[in-house]
């Protein structure tokens, strides 16, 4: 599969952006999918995860109640809504993929075999 992630940009503090990652290729709702971050000069980190059937999600506690995960399966598309965002999420953003048997959610990036090129979220004013 491959991953295409867009809708990056400069927003303010308390504002709102939605990050999507189009799939291309077969069997998307056989994928777990999830989103990562890396700031400049840290390492990646796991921000939200939602499971091939969309039954289960999981957030990074640093986004809980302000980022949500979903996804249609049907456009082959996962999306990542972020609300309320903070200058500390200011960070390139990746969508990842992995080819699950099982309806969890992975939160480690060694977990996931596909990964987009990544989309530059600012948060600044």
């Known amino acids: 599969v491959q991953l295409q992630a867009c809708g990056g940009g400069l927003v303010q503090p308390g504002g709102s952006l939605r990050l999507s990652c189009a799939a291309s290729?077969?069997?998307?709702?056989?994928?777990?999918m999830s989103w990562f971050r890396q700031a400049p000069g840290k390492e990646r980190e796991f921000v939200a995860g939602?499971?091939?059937?969309?039954?289960?999600?999981l957030d990074a506690d640093s986004v809980k109640g302000r980022f949500t995960i979903s996804r249609d399966n049907a456009e082959k598309t996962a999306f990542l809504q972020m609300n309320s965002l903070r200058p500390e999420d200011t960070a390139v953003y990746y969508c990842?993929?992995?080819?699950?048997?099982?309806?969890?959610?992975?939160?480690?990036?060694?977990?996931?075999?596909?990964w987009g090129q990544g989309t530059l979220v600012t948060v600044s004013s």
């Open positions: 290729g077969r069997f998307f709702s056989s994928y777990a």
């Open positions: 939602i499971s091939r059937s969309a039954g289960s999600t």
């Open positions: 990842a993929a992995v080819l699950s048997p099982y309806t969890g959610v992975y939160r480690t990036a060694n977990d996931y075999d596909y």
